[in-house]
């Protein structure tokens, strides 16, 4: 009888750790799956103005969101924005918009030095993959600037950032 019991007490703590190992697996997993993409697009943007200048965005993407910065730049002068938006790979859109100017080194243009609000495609075509749209600018206290339109051309960052990136994470069509 006593043997029993020690076999039982055995089989319990061995079935208790082999249950919280599988836990702690299965949550280590869950976490792995959330972890952010970095991402950058490389690109123009062209103003009503005439005026047009390298843009580049630089980029962290978590479940469609994104947060990071862009850098509009005609050397050796740039500007530095923080940028916010979503990227929605079903509907092959991506938006975004810069919430505050980090620094401005010496860019000097026609217009005003405004925060870009933007709203962008995905087109595959036969000379690529492109990223564009227009973009509506603004001063931080929402008086409107400059409009004008923005253009990705780097085919493999526009794949990578309408890749679909989990393994779960799978566009079923009905």
């Known amino acids: 009888m006593d043997y ?9 703590f061995i079935m208790k750790n082999v249950f919280f ?3 702690f697996l299965l949550l280590c997993a869950s976490v792995s799956f959330a972890q ?12 009503t103005t005439g005026e047009t200048f390298p843009y580049k965005l630089i980029f962290t993407e978590t479940d469609g969101q994104i947060k990071g910065y862009s ?7 740039d500007t530095k924005t923080l940028i916010s938006g979503t990227v929605d790979r079903r509907q092959h859109t991506f938006t975004f918009k810069e919430t ?9 243009t026609k217009a005003y030095i405004c925060l870009i609000n933007a709203a962008m495609q995905y087109n595959a075509s036969g000379r690529g993959n492109i990223l564009t749209g ?12 400059t ?12 794949q990578n950032l309408f890749a679909y990136h989990e393994k779960f994470d799978t566009v079923i069509s009905t």
Do not use: R
Not at 4 to 12: A, E, F, G
């Open 134 to 145: 227009h973009i509506n600018t603004n001063e931080t206290d929402k008086t409107s600037c």
């Open 21 to 23: 190992g599988i836990l």
């Open 71 to 77: 850098i509009t730049y005609k050397a050796p002068d």
């Open 100 to 108: 505050e100017i980090i620094y401005s080194h010496g860019v000097e």
């Open 4 to 12: 029993q019991l020690k076999l039982k007490s055995y089989y319990c």
């Open 147 to 158: 409009a004008g339109t923005i253009l990705f051309t780097d085919g493999d960052e526009i």
């Open 36 to 47: 952010p993409k970095h991402l950058t697009l490389s690109g123009i943007i062209s103003m």
